[in-house]
C-alpha cells in the first residue's frame, strides 16, 4: 500500500510539473536550438534583482540549485513571493534564491539539491517584485 501512495505521489508531481521530457538526466546540449539561443538572454539573479523591471518579459538561461525549503537561501531583495503551491526555488552560486512557477525540470522534487539549468521568462508583479516562469529545463548530471 505504501508503494502505491509513493507511485501516486510521483506521477502526480510529474503530471504537476507540465512536461513532456521522459528522462530526468539529459546533456546540456540538447537543451535548446540555436534560434531560442539568440533571444535568451544571459543574465543573473543578482542583475535581474537590481533592475527587475528592466528584463520584464525577457527569456533567460540560469544555472542553479533546486532548493527544497527558504530556510536555505537569502531571497532576491525584489523576489516576489510564490504565486502558487507547487512553486520552488531556484538558487545561485551566490546562495541567492527566487520562486520558479509554471513548472519544473522532470523528477526534480526527487532530487533535493539537484543542480539544474533552465529556460524562463521573467515575471513582475503588480508591487515590481520578480520571479521566474518556467518555459524547460534540465536536471544536470554531476
Given at each position: ?70 530556510a536555505k537561501c537569502f531571497f532576491a531583495k525584489n523576489g516576489s513571493n510564490a504565486i502558487t503551491n507547487d512553486d520552488w526555488i531556484l538558487k545561485d552560486a551566490k546562495g541567492i534564491g527566487v520562486y520558479v512557477s509554471d513548472g519544473c525540470p522532470p523528477m526534480l522534487e526527487s ?32
Amino acid at each position: 500500500m505504501k508503494q502505491l501512495i509513493i507511485y501516486f505521489c510521483v506521477i502526480l508531481f510529474a503530471w504537476s510539473c507540465k512536461t513532456t521530457t521522459s528522462s530526468s538526466v539529459v546533456d546540456p546540449k540538447s537543451l535548446g536550438g540555436s534560434a531560442e539561443k539568440s533571444k535568451t538572454k544571459a543574465l543573473t539573479l543578482s542583475g535581474i534583482d537590481k533592475e527587475p523591471l528592466k528584463y520584464k518579459d525577457v527569456e533567460v538561461e540560469l544555472t542553479g540549485w533546486y532548493v527544497e525549503s527558504k530556510a536555505k537561501c537569502f531571497f532576491a531583495k525584489n523576489g516576489s513571493n510564490a504565486i502558487t503551491n507547487d512553486d520552488w526555488i531556484l538558487k545561485d552560486a551566490k546562495g541567492i534564491g527566487v520562486y520558479v512557477s509554471d513548472g519544473c525540470p522532470p523528477m526534480l522534487e526527487s532530487k533535493p539539491n539537484a543542480h539544474v539549468k533552465i529556460k524562463a521568462v521573467i515575471k513582475v508583479t503588480d508591487k515590481n517584485k520578480f520571479y521566474l516562469s518556467y518555459k524547460s529545463g534540465i536536471i544536470l548530471k554531476k
